[in-house]
């Protein structure tokens, strides 16, 4: 299989997107930055449009099917309105852009795109919103695969560790002073 499809359907992956794709083209299959990026971020807005096209008909026809599979889609949804509301009416489609740009699991363009059909956004804007930070998060991994490599030729995969658990670390204590504020 030719390199730039794999690297286009890795990318229309749910869980792997871009923080799959770009090192697998970059590192593993020796294809060039700008190639890797542009498959990635091609593959990567494919399951929007096809979620903003037919996650509605889809979720309709599961709620006919059972009762129960109808009062667990609402349970969800319920959920998930309630966890993100305040992000998205304080932030709107700037928390799209931030939640698609910032390269972690759970983040990216498939969640972004469900965010958008959960809180019923302009599908129009929600796609601008969730492509620039699709962009963003490919050059975010890629200046992450750059940076990693020079670490580790300075100083092995022991500075790239080290610097992984100071960063988890810092993450932690952020947070702890978060909930304490």
Known sequence: MPVELETFIIAMTPIGELRASIPFAVEIRQMGWVSAYFFSVVGNMVPVVLIFLFLDPVINFLRELSV???????????????????????????????????????????????????????????????????????????????????????GGIQVVIGFMVLGMFLYYLLKLNKKNV
């Open 68 to 154: 129960h599979l109808n009062e667990a889609i609402d349970f969800l949804f319920e959920k998930t309105k309630k966890e993100n509301e305040k992000k998205i009416e304080k932030w709107g489609f700037l928390a799209l852009a931030g939640f698609t740009a910032i390269p972690l699991p759970i983040s990216g363009a498939w969640t972004a795109s469900l965010v958008a059909y959960l809180f019923g956004l302009d599908y129009k804007k929600s796609f601008i919103t969730i492509f620039g930070g699709v962009l963003v998060a490919g050059l975010i991994v890629i200046a992450l695969l750059i940076y990693g490599n020079v670490l580790e030729s300075i």
